[in-house]
Each structure stands twice: as structure tokens, then as C-alpha cells.
């Protein structure tokens, strides 16, 4: 499939130095870039959590008191 993208033009020198040092093309280089990238892990989902407060009628803090 073609498709088109905009890149910054230091990133497209570099990636026209690297697809040349390793006998590649740009395309395949981005190619295969983007495949490492959707194989690595994605990010984990923090479960929620429940908040345990103990007593009761305390005034409410700011965070900014505890630095």
C-alpha cells in the first residue's frame, strides 16, 4: 500500500544515511521500524485501587504542603 508522510528533513537525511549503510530502501527502513515498534509490549492499564482513609473530620490538604 502507498501512503504519504512528512517527516523533518535532518530525520529523512538520517534515515536515507541508514536504509544506504545497511543496503535497504527508505521505505523498507520505515517499514520495518513501525513493525518493531507495534511488536514491542504496549503500555500495561494500571488497575484502579481503592483509597483506605482512616478517622474522620480532617481538614482537606494540598499537595503542595508536602514538598
Do not use: N, W
Not at 10 to 21: G, H, P, Q, V, W
Not at 25 to 38: C, D, M, N, P, Q
Not at 43 to 51: A, Y
Request: glycine content about 8%; proline content about 3%.
Amino acid at each position: 500500500m502507498r501512503t504519504t508522510i512528512t517527516l523533518d528533513d535532518r530525520l529523512l537525511e538520517r534515515l536515507e544515511k541508514r536504509a544506504a549503510e545497511s543496503g535497504m530502501t527508505v521505505s523498507g527502513l520505515i517499514e520495518r521500524a513501525v513493525r518493531l515498534l507495534l511488536q514491542a509490549s504496549a503500555p500495561q492499564r494500571r488497575d484502579r485501587f481503592d483509597l483506605v482513609t482512616f478517622g474522620e473530620g480532617g481538614r482537606p490538604v494540598h499537595y503542595s504542603e508536602y514538598r
